[in-house]
């Protein structure tokens, strides 16, 4: 069966283009080169990237438990964390979404659940934030499930790290799986108050337009380059933040697409192959490939 789909997959490539015509003379070469074509490309799933001026973003992971830091000269941090369950009396799963840091406090008291001391406390939607707790019983679930009332439980360790390192505004993007919607670092000196849609102003009208530009991701009628939304890393969004979607629901490519011999070829460094083409996470130009 195997045998059989390699020799279809050979067929499609080597055949000639189904339009007339000549085909160009750069015929298709070796996977071993490192040669891509274009075309081939447009079928990958896109991101629709909001952008940070900020030296620091968070992207918390409730699938796995796990927060990262993430820093704009390449750093990548990860702390082991406990969530929100609707398993627990009162509680709630953690939403999902693109925040930003809304209120800091070394001792928050929770009016709600017994009083409870939250330390360290990083609040990012409404009462939902990261915070660490007294005593050491929390500790077993960091990392391997959720068990908080709805916020992001952290080791006193950590809570204390992130506390003193982050500011208000620092954005925090929120997800199960995996988002049609990601983060990525724009250099101060390139923002352009002309060119670019810097976030903020107008919360209502922004989320009704972001909504609006997943719409057109899923349906495969966006057009890159899209202009470029930025967060400037100091505003506070209000509750509950940004949509973020789903990659699920992203169409794989723009129709029509026609792969053929006679498809334009881009030559790749096999070292760049991985980061420029397969990750649009960290891209510093993930809306505007090809």
């Not at 055949?15 to 080169?33: C, D, K, V, Y």
């Not at 337009?209 to 969004?237: E, H, K």
């Given at each position: 069966m195997?045998?059989?789909?390699?020799?279809?997959i050979?067929?499609?490539?080597?055949s000639p283009?189904?339009?007339g015509?000549?085909?160009?003379?750069?015929r298709?070469?070796?996977s071993?080169?490192?040669?891509?074509?274009?075309?081939?490309?447009?079928?990958?799933?896109r991101?629709?990237?909001i952008?940070t001026?900020?030296?620091?973003?968070?992207?918390l992971?409730?699938?796995?438990?796990r927060?990262?830091?993430?820093?704009?000269?390449?750093?990548?941090?990860?702390f082991?964390?406990?969530?929100g369950?609707?398993?627990?009396?009162g509680?709630?799963e953690?939403?999902t979404?693109?925040?930003?840091l809304?209120?800091k406090a070394t001792?928050?008291?929770?009016?709600?659940f017994?009083?409870?001391r939250m330390l360290?406390?990083?609040?990012?939607?409404?009462n939902v934030g990261?915070h660490?707790?007294?005593?050491w019983s929390y500790?077993?679930?960091?990392?391997v499930?959720?068990?908080?009332?709805g916020?992001?439980r952290?080791?006193?360790e950590?809570a204390?790290?992130l506390?003193?390192?982050?500011?208000r505004?620092?954005?925090?993007?929120?997800?199960?799986?995996?988002?049609?919607?990601?983060l990525?670092f724009?250099?101060v000196?390139?923002?352009?108050?002309?060119?670019?849609?810097?976030?903020?102003?107008d919360?209502?009208?922004?989320?009704?337009?972001l909504?609006?530009?997943?719409?057109?991701?899923y349906?495969?009628?966006?057009?890159?380059?899209?202009?470029?939304?930025?967060?400037d890393?100091?505003t506070?969004?209000p509750?509950?933040?940004?949509?973020i979607?789903?990659a699920?629901?992203?169409?794989?490519?723009?129709?029509?697409?026609l792969?053929?011999?006679?498809?334009?070829?881009?030559?790749?460094?096999?070292?760049?192959?991985?980061a420029?083409?397969?990750s649009?996470?960290?891209?510093?130009?993930?809306?505007?490939?090809?």
């Amino acid at each position: 069966m195997l045998r059989l789909l390699l020799h279809c997959i050979a067929w499609l490539l080597l055949s000639p283009p189904f339009e007339g015509g000549p085909a160009p003379a750069h015929r298709a070469q070796s996977s071993a080169t490192g040669i891509i074509p274009t075309s081939f490309l447009r079928s990958f799933p896109r991101r629709d990237t909001i952008y940070t001026l900020s030296r620091w973003y968070l992207e918390l992971n409730l699938q796995r438990q796990r927060l990262y830091l993430v820093g704009q000269n390449g750093e990548r941090q990860e702390f082991k964390v406990s969530s929100g369950t609707r398993w627990v009396a009162g509680g709630i799963e953690t939403p999902t979404g693109l925040f930003t840091l809304q209120t800091k406090a070394t001792l928050a008291i929770s009016r709600q659940f017994d009083n409870a001391r939250m330390l360290h406390w990083m609040g990012f939607s409404g009462n939902v934030g990261f915070h660490a707790l007294e005593g050491w019983s929390y500790y077993r679930h960091l990392g391997v499930r959720p068990s908080s009332h709805g916020c992001v439980r952290l080791s006193r360790e950590d809570a204390r790290y992130l506390y003193r390192l982050l500011r208000r505004g620092t954005p925090v993007l929120v997800y199960r799986s995996e988002p049609a919607r990601v983060l990525s670092f724009l250099p101060v000196e390139e923002f352009n108050p002309h060119r670019d849609w810097l976030l903020g102003s107008d919360f209502t009208t922004e989320r009704r337009i972001l909504q609006a530009r997943l719409q057109d991701l899923y349906s495969g009628r966006v057009r890159y380059p899209l202009r470029r939304a930025v967060l400037d890393g100091s505003t506070v969004l209000p509750s509950p933040g940004y949509p973020i979607g789903s990659a699920d629901s992203i169409s794989s490519q723009e129709p029509p697409l026609l792969l053929s011999a006679a498809a334009e070829f881009l030559p790749v460094p096999a070292s760049n192959t991985s980061a420029s083409f397969y990750s649009y996470r960290h891209h510093p130009h993930s809306d505007s490939l090809p």
